[in-house]
């Protein structure tokens, strides 16, 4: 059973930064391509960011430029650079693989950005 645990989450004024970090574990052979999603009040969850295990990166409209997913030395663990914040970032935030079939979805970390 893999466990995901994020974290790194918090209050930030606009314009300001946070990094994120998800560690995984458990049976955990290969990842074809890590996820960061986040979920705000009343919608849905959504993508915001990927990374293969070859390192390509892709992003949402609404986040590129300003977030950047990263894998750490560690074996399954993964960042999110978060910078020039938003106040319509704030959601929870999760990692999981970026296409089914998803692991269980981790408690997420909070992140909220007061104008």
């Known amino acids: 059973q893999v466990q995901l645990v994020e974290s790194g989450g918090g209050l930030v004024q606009a314009g300001g930064s946070l990094r994120l970090s998800c560690a995984a574990s458990?049976?955990?052979?290969?990842?074809?391509?890590w996820g960061w999603y986040r979920q705000a009040p009343g919608k849905q969850r959504e993508l915001v960011a990927s990374i293969t295990s070859a390192g390509s990166t892709d992003y949402a409209e609404s986040v590129k430029g300003r977030f950047t997913i990263s894998r750490g030395n560690a074996k399954n663990t993964v960042y999110l650079q978060m910078n020039n914040l938003k106040p319509e970032d704030t959601a929870v935030y999760y990692c999981n693989q970026k296409s089914p079939p998803y692991f269980s979805w981790g408690q997420g970390t909070q992140v909220t950005v007061s104008s």
């Open positions: 458990g049976s955990i052979f290969s990842i074809p391509a």
